[in-house]
């Protein structure tokens, strides 16, 4: 499994940015597709999620202003992000982990929220 993101970048506060993570290889067996971040000097942390099933789930510290989805004729993963704060700069990388647990990871790609 590849994982290539896209779409990190400098917004102002309260503004939005939306990442994309396409997946490639084995896609089958894939079970759960996540976004993770990491601010500088602080451990990578999960931001939001879903499992095959199609249920979703997400950090308290995004909830109501994050959106996870997944296209899965594109094998894409998108995480919306609005009402940004300075709090969420950080490097966010995307995660896929197939049934058998092994997990891959993507690039990280920088969001910075700053005015």
């Known amino acids: 499994v590849q994982l290539q993101a896209f779409g990190g970048g400098l917004v102002q506060p309260g503004g939005s940015l939306r990442l994309s993570c396409a997946a490639s290889?084995?896609?089958?067996?894939?079970?759960?597709m996540g976004w993770y971040r990491q601010a500088p000097g602080k451990q990578r942390g999960l931001v939001a999620g879903?499992?095959?099933?199609?249920?979703?789930y997400y950090a308290d510290s995004v909830k109501g202003r994050f959106t996870f989805s997944k296209d899965n004729a594109k094998n894409t993963a998108f995480l919306q992000m609005n009402s940004l704060k300075p709090e969420d700069t950080a490097v966010y990388y995307c995660?896929?982990?197939?049934?058998?647990?092994?997990?891959?990871w993507g690039k990280g790609t920088q969001v910075t929220v700053s005015s």
């Open positions: 879903i499992i095959s099933t199609g249920t979703t």
């Open positions: 995660n896929a982990r197939q049934y058998n647990g092994v997990a891959y």
């Open positions: 290889g084995v896609i089958r067996s894939i079970n759960t």
